[in-house]
């Protein structure tokens, strides 16, 4: 009888064919792709000719997106299961001072100086984390308390121990250093080579190709975007996540563990703070105190433009990804453009709205008719 | 029956908050296969009762049985690892969340191993939809948000996943009180199913006329205390009314009522009948001004 009646039910005459058009709309993320769809197309057609498009250009606007993606992503995830943190932005200047102080100053290998920080923001997110399901507060009065804690950790620590707030020579410390790799350099070098060789990349008047390969940010970015969404799509923990954040008690009651889910989550978003952190600080050779400012709510604001909910259980962590792209091709584009840089500002908190706005729509749609 | 272990047993359970008495000293059995009604007004105790049930939080006092077992739970897990699942009013079903997303919460089937281990979609996704035909609901799409589902389509999905997942006791709390007649005959009708699959069924109410026609036993709570168990064959409808609602109570109402119409008959000048209850006293005249102001 169950086997004719779902046969049945496959072939329902209830069931409209939905149209692939109708399905995608109703995916979180649907906002997230047509407005980067939208703001590359009008880019291309504004920003034409001004080397934007070109593949130096596009290396520029997919590094920004990806530094803010690797957080936005981390950010998706932890409001999907119903919380916030608010304190990404001073962990990342945190964790970059954290991985300075002990390479530059005490002359610590540079692996193990990057091992020390990604524990010390583990920890830190697990006490945020903790901190919130033990007290029940909102965890955005927890982690704005930490926003602060951090950032002065972030400017107290150097100024004691280097009386400096900014700790530059990073760069010698990563010769020959294993773990410096994965956050420093391209990759796909040799394939870029190629490329010039056979004439499909410009090069530059060396003869070495303009783009010598795709920066690690954007790895990073595209490998945290595809393990957020396997976690959420295909696994029990992503389940747990839409679970906690869209009732915690329904999801106590049938036995999920909500408690090792939350503190998951902040030790996730730390742990992406201090990727974001360590690639910065191996790009630019320095920490400064001040790395990592407003990072949080460009996260956040990226997370909503990707279409999470923000109070919680629903969300996508490849619209967040997307929410980052937006960002990165707006901000890039009005380099190019030449306009006041001024105006971006004001364009995203316009994109904010009308994002949340169009979202709310598309999410009231899905819940009435199916 | 009574020969067989109760599947659910109380002995003088007590819950306490702080200086406030929830529950004082309640006694109860369930048995497999048998509906056992929990009635009793708001505030009566109900929700504390059910919340020891089902691990919420334990008892401050008294022993509690599952199967002859002395049961001891922390947490909501232990209680469903023994076979009670509680399907609570708010039917811990999130909206927008999918059908079979919430029917496997916490219990998701996976397959693969380490790192790759995944939920089992195909399997979780026929396996919905098989337990909704069972009970009568043809789920067009197991991966619609719940939140498109009715009320009473909501409590049976929450129901059949309490069954399917191996309940030995199902405790349902208020079920069919925010039901239309229509639905709350379906969730009825599925108790009935349940009792016959044997199940021990706790279903907690406060509405006797969906309790009386599936219930074997009544268990009547007031103001923290139990009144007493009574069999379904001892007790009429009316007489569980009563003791639930409070005999002494619902006289005063009728008395009351029969003040109103005597006045309402005395203003038209017909003949007047002697209709009051025996209990009812004659009012005083200050509750009659009282009255006929208010009215």
């Known amino acids: ?370 | 029956m009574s020969t067989q272990t109760p599947m659910i047993e109380m002995r003088g359970v007590h819950k306490h908050f702080g200086s406030v008495i929830a529950l004082s000293d309640i006694s109860m059995k369930v048995h497999s296969g048998e509906v056992m009604c929990l009635l009793g007004d708001n505030g009566a105790g109900k929700s504390t009762l059910i919340k020891t049930l089902s691990g919420v939080h334990p008892p401050t006092q008294g022993e509690f049985l599952v199967d002859g077992r002395p049961a001891d739970f922390t947490s909501p897990a232990d209680a469903l690892d023994a076979g009670i699942a509680t399907v609570f009013q708010d039917l811990a079903m999130i909206p927008l969340m999918s059908i079979t997303r919430n029917f496997f919460m916490g219990r998701e089937p996976t397959v693969g191993w380490g790192p790759f281990k995944r939920i089992d979609w195909k399997y979780a996704d026929r396996v919905a939809m098989e337990e909704m035909a069972k009970i009568g609901i043809d789920v067009r799409d197991p991966t619609q948000p719940v939140g498109t589902l009715s009320g009473g389509e909501r409590q049976c999905v929450a129901i059949a996943r309490a069954v399917y997942f191996g309940a030995k006791v199902l405790i349902l709390d208020e079920p069919t009180s925010a039901l239309g007649v229509k639905q709350a005959s379906v969730v009825l009708r599925y108790i009935a199913k349940a009792r016959a699959d044997g199940l021990a069924v706790i279903f907690i109410t406060h509405n006797v006329h969906h309790a009386y026609p599936v219930a074997d036993a009544f268990t009547l709570l007031k103001r923290g205390s139990s009144l007493g168990t009574f069999r379904k064959e001892e007790v009429s409808r009316e007489e569980v009314l009563n003791m639930m609602a409070g005999g002494a109570e619902l006289e005063s109402l009728d008395a009351e009522l029969a003040e109103f119409q005597r006045s309402d008959q005395e203003s038209r000048g017909s003949p007047r009948k002697a209709h009051a209850s025996s209990a009812a006293t004659a009012p005083s005249s200050r509750s009659q001004a009282r009255l006929a102001g208010g009215y």
């Open chain 1, 1 to 370: 009888m169950t086997a004719t009646s779902a046969k049945q039910m496959s072939d329902d005459e209830r069931l409209k064919k939905a149209s692939p058009l109708k399905k995608a709309l109703s995916r979180p993320e649907f906002g997230a792709v047509a407005g980067a769809i939208l703001v590359i197309a009008f880019f291309s057609v504004v920003a034409a000719g001004t080397g934007m498009f070109t593949a130096r250009g596009m290396i520029n606007f997919l590094e920004v997106s990806a530094q803010l993606g690797i957080i936005a992503v981390a950010a998706a995830l932890l409001m999907i299961g119903g919380e916030f943190d608010l304190s990404i932005g001073s962990m990342i200047g945190f964790a970059g001072i954290l991985i300075a102080i002990p390479a530059v100053q005490y002359g610590w290998p540079l692996w193990a100086a990057l091992l020390f920080a990604f524990a010390s923001a583990l920890l830190v997110g697990a006490i945020n984390g903790w901190l919130v399901v033990r007290t029940g507060l909102p965890s955005f009065i927890v982690t704005l308390g930490f926003l602060f804690i951090l950032r002065g950790l972030a400017i107290g620590l150097p100024r004691l121990f280097t009386g400096r707030t900014q700790i530059g020579g990073i760069h010698e410390t990563m010769a020959g250093d294993w773990l410096a790799p994965l956050f420093s350099g391209v990759v796909g070098a040799s394939l870029f080579q190629w490329l010039a060789e056979v004439g499909l990349l410009a090069t530059n008047f060396a003869g070495n190709p303009v783009v010598s390969g795709i920066p690690v940010a954007v790895v990073w970015w595209v490998g945290l975007t595809a393990l957020a969404t396997w976690v959420l799509l295909g696994t029990r923990f992503g389940n747990w996540i839409f679970a906690c954040g869209g009732d915690k008690n329904a999801a106590r009651n049938v036995g999920v563990p909500v408690n090792l889910v939350k503190i998951t989550l902040f030790m996730f978003t730390a742990f992406c703070a201090t990727v974001y952190a360590a690639l910065q600080v191996m790009d630019t050779g320095s920490a400064d105190s001040m790395r990592g400012m407003l990072k949080e709510l460009e996260a956040i604001i990226a997370v909503v433009i990707g279409g999470a909910l923000l109070t919680g259980g629903y969300g996508s962590a490849i619209g967040a990804s997307f929410g980052a792209l937006i960002f990165g091709v707006v901000q890039m584009g009005i380099f190019y453009t030449g306009v006041n840089t001024d105006w971006f500002q004001v364009f995203l908190g316009a994109m904010l709205l009308v994002a949340v706005l169009f979202n709310n729509f598309v999410r009231k749609k899905a819940l009435e008719a199916h």
